[in-house]
């Protein structure tokens, strides 16, 4: 079988095209991740899943999503129901933490039954980021409360009900997205936090699931940390934070590399993301130019980067004998007593 490139790559739409199957086949990205454009109907999702990995000739293929809940949710009603933020799984947790922990662990199971039987097996989540007073609203709802304590353990619950279906987690945005005032999407934020206040704060969720297989950078300048390059592209974070301090051992994957906190081209930035340490670097808008100029300076995963990416292929294990009904049932009750 051929090596894989240290890329996860996105298609532009619903169907894979004949010219992106040649070109993954060229390529041999990693793994995939799915957005809206590329989701039409169930059955539909599950042809294009199969076609990505034929296109690849790895029938266990990574393919990855964003299903949060609340407002980060690529599958919407009427294919899925609409899932509570993690602000609501956090409200929840205050009122009755018994429940929140139930609840949040029986959503990321519903996940699974939702995406699973698709062929879609990475979730991009648990959310990890403790918002700060001046923070963007990026994050906002999508955290789980604002205090790293919630954080923590209702990550680990989300976590764990990822693994019960079938999936892996990514923990994302390590080292930490709360305090940032500007949303990576559209600029580059700078956090002038000390290195004290960072680690005693906006850190603790990601040592406390730091055994995760996979996690995913955070475009943010830390100035104190490394006042030139967002921990994406710093080496001094990647390597003395995210990989010491943190503890964090598995596959470190960048955010996408499309996104404008970045800057130079396309290639320019791919380069810096691995000079830095990240493993695998992630494109995501299916843009075909975009994407080969990634691919054109990606390396082949050899070394510490393939033995990662090798681990999180191991830690995948088989769905639990949870019942799907009976479990949703439970969910709506947890919901609506809160």
Known sequence: MSESKAVILGCAGPELSSEEASFFADTRPWGFILFGRNIVSLAQVGELTAS????????????????????????????????????????????????????????????????????????????????????HEVIGSRAYGITPD?????????????????????????????????DTHHELPHVDASHAELSAHDFIPFKALAGEAMAMSAHVVFTELDPDNPATTSRRVIEEVIRSEIGFHGLLMSDDVSMNALSGDFATRARAIFAAGCDVTLHCNGNRAEMEAVASVTPVLTGESLRRADEAMAAFRSPDDSDEAALREEFEGLMAAS
Not at 108 to 114: I, K, Q, T, V
Not at 154 to 162: H, I, K, M, Q, V
């Open 150 to 182: 919630v954080v923590s353990v209702l990550g680990a619950a989300a976590s764990e009900g990822l693994k019960a279906g079938g999936m892996l987690p990514v923990i994302k945005h390590i080292p930490g997205h709360g305090r940032a005032g500007a």
């Open 52 to 135: 990505l990995r034929e296109s690849v000739g790895r029938p266990d293929a990574p393919i990855l999503i964003d299903q949060e809940g609340g407002r980060v949710q690529r599958f919407k009603p009427p294919l899925v129901p609409q899932y509570p933020s993690g602000a609501d799984l956090g409200a929840l947790y205050q009122a009755n933490p018994k429940a929140g922990l139930r609840a949040t662990w029986i959503m990321s199971r519903l996940h699974g039954f939702d995406l699973y039987r698709l062929g879609i097996t990475v979730d991009c989540l648990p959310v990890l980021d403790v918002p700060s007073p001046g923070g």
